[in-house]
Nanobody
Framework: QVQLVESGGGLVQAGGSLRLSCEAS????????TSWHRQPPGKLREVVAS???????NIVDSVKARFTISKDNAKNTVYLQMNSLKPEDTGVYYC?????????WGQGTQVTVSS
């Protein structure tokens, strides 16, 4: 089992930036995919970006020009850099890690973008 702790959320004005962190501990293994998801108020959770253990990344088109995903293997941490934030980016952001043996979620971190 893998444990995830997200941090970095907060309140920011439109146009601002935030960097979310997702620190993993436990049986991460050598094959895994870490992804960021968000759940806007009153809406379903949606995937935002992912990064695999070999470094491959995917980012949804709606945020591709503004968000980047990266990782620090030494710290077992995945980052989501969010720039030019918009009010529609508001929501709870969750980190997920998939391994061949398990799928784990973090507790979520709130991001609020004011207009």
């Amino acid at each position: 089992q893998v444990q995830l702790v997200e941090s970095g959320g907060g309140l920011v004005q439109a146009g601002g930036s935030l960097r979310l962190s997702c620190e993993a501990s436990g049986s991460i293994g050598s094959i895994n995919v870490t992804s960021w998801h968000r759940q806007p108020p009153g809406k379903l959770r949606e995937v935002v970006a992912s990064i695999s253990s070999n470094g491959g990344t995917n980012i949804v088109d709606s945020v591709k020009a503004r968000f980047t995903i990266s990782k620090d293997n030494a710290k077992n941490t995945v980052y989501l850099q969010m720039n030019s934030l918009k009010p529609e980016d508001t929501g709870v952001y969750y980190c997920n890690i998939w391994t061949p043996k398990s799928s784990s979620w973090g507790q979520g971190t709130q991001v609020t973008v004011s207009s």
